[in-house]
């Protein structure tokens, strides 16, 4: 064998490699890698926003199913005069109200107070208080009859027994947000959901403890209105297009 020539036990050599071989390779990997992961999480990240706007589908179609029984749509959330004021019962939100008409039935969970069903869980929120019913997505505060509640002009409480907007009595359904994704920050940080959302905002500044939209969705959110249109916005194109709303003007 020539003097010159390398043994495969050379310490030269790995495996019939040279080491400037094995270093070539090395850089090709790790090329590969810095091109292929950026690719896999672009992937993922449309894989969860496909899946949300499945979940958002369903959540529509089952408002739509219980405005047909009820003629209305479902209440913000259940309350009762209680004396001189009012007790909000945190366990029947909007979510609760739709379960029966959802095609996923929740999972029992001793821990929390409200039910968990899948469709309502934002696949690309990190955490979700289900013991609020915050999960991901949010309702107009709006619609619901049963509602934070204003003052009358005499100072008093208003009607709480006031029923909810059908979709029918929404002069632009079409411009109408109905459910988006939303968060509300909170000591122990971010949780994704909340109740409701607040259509009157003119800029996206959310106060802490305030619920506010999330643009978790590659920096957009996911907003689905009032006849059926699923559509996402940054936070610009969110309040130059759509917010604020309210129901007298398009």
Known sequence: MPVNSLSLNS???????????????LAIIGILTAVILPVLDGVRERARATQSIGNKRSIYTAFSLYQAEHNMLPPLINATRTGGGVTWDTSTGWSVFIVDYLDSQPDEDPDTELVAVDVLLCPAAETHNVRRGDYGVAYNEEFGPIRKLTLNPDGGLADINKRSYSISEL?????????????????GGVAYGSWYFNPRRTTHDPAPSTPSLSYRHGGK????????????????????????WDNESP
């Open 171 to 187: 002069n632009f359904p079409s411009k109408t947000p109905l459910i988006a994704d939303c968060e509300q920050p909170g000591a």
């Open 221 to 244: 959110v996911q907003m689905v209105f009032a006849d059926g249109r699923i559509d996402s916005f940054t936070p610009e194109e969110m309040y130059d297009e759509v917010l604020p």
């Open 11 to 25: 310490p030269r050599s790995v495996k019939g490699f040279s080491l400037i071989e094995l270093l070539a390779i």
